[in-house]
C-alpha cells in the first residue's frame, strides 16, 4: 500500500504534534513545518509532497500568499486549508486561490483524515499513467478537457486548472444539460458529502466560470438552477 506524503504547514507545534500521531497512525507520513520560509525551503530541496495541509495564519507570511505561489509553481499540488474558526472570508478566499478544500480550526482529525483522503483520491485519479489509456478526451462545442491529463483546451487555448476543479467540470460534462443538486456534486467531484455552511462547490464553481468564460455569443456555460443544482450549457447558435 502506498504512503501518501504530507507536508504539514502551521505555526501551533502542540497541534502539528497531535495531527502527526493521527495521521500517521492511518498511514500518512507527515513531515511538519511552522512557518512560509521553511516550507518554501522543503519545496525546492525535497521531493514534492503528495499534498499539502496548510495553516491561514502563520508567523512570518500569510498562508493565502503562500497559497498563491503553490498554485504558480506547482499547479497540480493538492492543498487542504485549515482557517480559525469564525473567519469565513479566509475560507472563501483560499477556495477562490485554488484550494482544494478547507477545514475550520480546531478541526476533528477523523474528518481531516476524510478530507485528506478525498483530496488524494481527486488527485490520483487524474494519474496519467493510471487512467490514460481508458479515459477518453471530453470534447464539447469549442472546450476539450482530457481527465487524464487535467489539461483543458477552450478555443484551442490551454487553462490551467486545480484537481478539485477538474474533477467538478469533468462531472458537468458527463452531464450536459442537466442540473445536479449540491449535495450530488460534492459527492461525485470531491468525494465527499457536503456539510452544513460548506461552500466548495459554490466556489469551485465560481472559478471555472471565471476561467472558462462564456460561449462565443456571451451566454454563460455553467447555469444554476435554484433547488435542482447546476449544469454545463450547450451552445446556441
Not at 530541496?45 to 503553490?70: C, H, K, S, W, Y
Not at 470534447?139 to 481527465?147: G, M, Q, S, T, V
Not at 458537468?172 to 443538486?181: A, K, M, R, W
Not at 460534492?186 to 471565471?210: F, P, Q, V, W
Amino acid at each position: 500500500m502506498q504512503t501518501n506524503r504530507i507536508l504539514l504547514v502551521d505555526d501551533d507545534q502542540e497541534l502539528c504534534e497531535l495531527l502527526k500521531d493521527w495521521l500517521s497512525q492511518d498511514g500518512f507520513h507527515i513531515t511538519a513545518v511552522h512557518d512560509t520560509a521553511s516550507a518554501h525551503s522543503y519545496l525546492h530541496t525535497q521531493e514534492l509532497p503528495d499534498a499539502v495541509i496548510l495553516d491561514v495564519m502563520l508567523p512570518d507570511g500569510n498562508g493565502l500568499e503562500f497559497l498563491r505561489t503553490l498554485r504558480t509553481q506547482h499547479k497540480g499540488l493538492p492543498v487542504l486549508m485549515l482557517s480559525a474558526r469564525g473567519e469565513p472570508t479566509d475560507r472563501i478566499l483560499g477556495l477562490e486561490l485554488g484550494a482544494d478544500d478547507y477545514l475550520a480550526k480546531p478541526c476533528d482529525p477523523r474528518e481531516l483524515t476524510a478530507r485528506l483522503r478525498a483530496v488524494l483520491r481527486r488527485s490520483q485519479s487524474t494519474d496519467v499513467s493510471s487512467v490514460e489509456a481508458t479515459t477518453p478526451l471530453i470534447a464539447f462545442d469549442d472546450l476539450e478537457y482530457n481527465p487524464a491529463t487535467g489539461v483543458l483546451l477552450v478555443n484551442n487555448d490551454e487553462i490551467s486548472l486545480t484537481v478539485s476543479e477538474g474533477k467538478v467540470l469533468e462531472t458537468l460534462l458527463q452531464n450536459i444539460g442537466e442540473p445536479i443538486d449540491k449535495h450530488k456534486l460534492t459527492e461525485l467531484a470531491l468525494g465527499r458529502k457536503l456539510t452544513l455552511y460548506d461552500r466548495s462547490i459554490d466556489m469551485h464553481i465560481s472559478n471555472l466560470r471565471g476561467k472558462l468564460g462564456t460561449h462565443p455569443n456571451g451566454e454563460p456555460r455553467i447555469l444554476s438552477i435554484r433547488g435542482r443544482g447546476y449544469y454545463y450549457a450547450p451552445h446556441k447558435p
